[in-house]
Every structure is written in structure tokens, then in C-alpha cells.
T-cell receptor, first 114, second 109 residues
Framework: DPKIIQKPKYLVAVTGSEKILICEQY?????MYWYRQSAKKPLEFMFS???????DNQTASSRFQPQSSKKNHLDLQITALKPDDSATYFC?????????????FGAGTRLSVL | GQQVQQSPASLVLQEGENAELQCNFS?????MQWFYQRPGGSLVSLFY???GTKHSGRLTSTTVIKERRSSLHISSSQTTDSGTYLC???????????FGDGTVLTVKP
């Protein structure tokens, strides 16, 4: 059974709309992350949260807003969608941040913005 | 410039051959990790290896901090090893990993 659940697996949206990507982890981890993988680009860090607090934010645009309602949830709200936002978004988690903390990734949500 | 550079970009092997994948980094780091990305897209952690040599089955990872490089050796490759191998470094304690572009490995039967 997957321990990090991302929903939906595929998402198609129109330019200008808003979507929420869901992530839940059942590993008992304290840290959660969002990464993005666009075509022809390396996997890119977006956010890290530890105990539901923002640790690091490398996303320039405020259109991307993480939401953590519980320790094992970290959703990603994206507003005013643009075609450039098309990518696979991966959620990840680890026991802690920094040092000897292996990241575990979800299967990803593939977003296409038309 | 890119902080993490992987080579080769792609590699084709016959089943049974060995593979050596390289990762060079241009900055200091706290940790280095290797991941395998399946053709379907999901990522699996292979090694957390900030320094020295680690083994796991047919895989060996060696990181030499002074030379700013890490390598992944795959022995006796199998068709199921096909996929993308990614290295990533962490410089801060915020959990932020910086990934390389990856090496796409194809193992033919």
C-alpha cells in the first residue's frame, strides 16, 4: 500500500482557474515537501514544512500556497493557473529535516493547464 | 551554473553489464542522496550517502567530499534496472534537495 497518497493522479485545468493538489502521508513523518518536475527540467524544490510550520520556500510566485490542516497533510493550492504550471507535482516526507533524513516520495500529480 | 551535474545523460547496456553513473557538485553540502525514478514517474530512495562507500545488493555508492563527486555503480545490470537515476544534494537543514538532471539507463535483454 502506498504510504504517501497524492490525489488526483492526473489533472487537467484551464488557464486562470484554481486547483488543489492533495497529499497525505502515513509514515508518521514530521516533515513534508512539495517538488515540481517540468519537461526538460530537473526536479525542483518548492516548499518544506516541519511540524506544520514553513521551513523553506523556493517558489517565487504567491499563486502557490501550501496548506497543512494536520501534521500528515500538506496540500498545494495553485491559483490563476498558467500553461507554464504544467508539470508533475511530487509530495514527499521525511522523519525530520536536514542530516540523515531520507525523503520518501508520492507517485505525483500530473497537471496539464490548457 | 548548475550545482549538480550528472553524467552520462543516457546509457544503454546489455543485460549483465556494469554501469557507472557520476554526479559532480559545485558547492559544499550536508548530504548526498541517490534516487531511482521509475518509468511511470515515482521516485525511490537508493542511498543516503554524505561520504564514503555504501552497498546495497548490486548497487554501490561512493561519495568523495573533497573531490565534490559521488558515483553509483550498478553491477550485473538487469532489464528492471531501466529508468532514471537522480542524485541530489542538501546544503541546508530545511530538507531542500537540489537535483541533477539524471541519467537515463536502458538495459536491453
Amino acid at each position: 500500500d502506498p504510504k504517501i497518497i497524492q490525489k488526483p493522479k492526473y489533472l487537467v485545468a484551464v488557464t486562470g482557474s484554481e486547483k488543489i493538489l492533495i497529499c497525505e502521508q502515513y509514515l508518521g513523518h514530521n516533515a513534508m515537501y512539495w517538488y515540481r518536475q517540468s519537461a526538460k527540467k530537473p526536479l525542483e524544490f518548492m516548499f518544506s514544512y516541519s511540524y506544520q510550520k514553513l521551513m523553506d520556500n523556493q517558489t517565487a510566485s504567491s499563486r502557490f500556497q501550501p496548506q497543512s490542516s494536520k501534521k500528515n497533510h500538506l496540500d498545494l493550492q495553485i491559483t490563476a493557473l498558467k500553461p507554464d504550471d504544467s508539470a508533475t507535482y511530487f509530495c514527499a516526507s521525511s522523519q525530520g529535516t536536514g542530516g540523515k533524513n531520507t525523503l520518501y516520495f508520492g507517485a505525483g500529480t500530473r497537471l496539464s493547464v490548457l | 551554473g548548475q550545482q549538480v551535474q550528472q553524467s552520462p545523460a543516457s546509457l544503454v547496456l546489455q543485460e549483465g553489464e556494469n554501469a557507472e553513473l557520476q554526479c559532480n557538485f559545485s558547492t559544499s553540502l550536508n548530504s548526498m542522496q541517490w534516487f531511482y525514478q521509475r518509468p511511470g514517474g515515482s521516485l525511490v530512495s537508493l542511498f543516503y550517502n554524505p561520504s564514503g562507500t555504501k552497498h546495497s545488493g548490486r548497487l554501490t555508492s561512493t561519495t568523495v567530499i573533497k573531490e565534490r563527486r559521488s558515483s553509483l555503480h550498478i553491477s550485473s545490470s538487469q532489464t528492471t534496472d531501466s529508468g532514471t537515476y537522480l542524485c541530489a544534494l542538501e546544503r541546508t537543514n530545511t530538507g531542500k534537495l537540489t537535483f541533477g538532471d539524471g541519467t537515463v539507463l536502458t538495459v536491453k535483454p
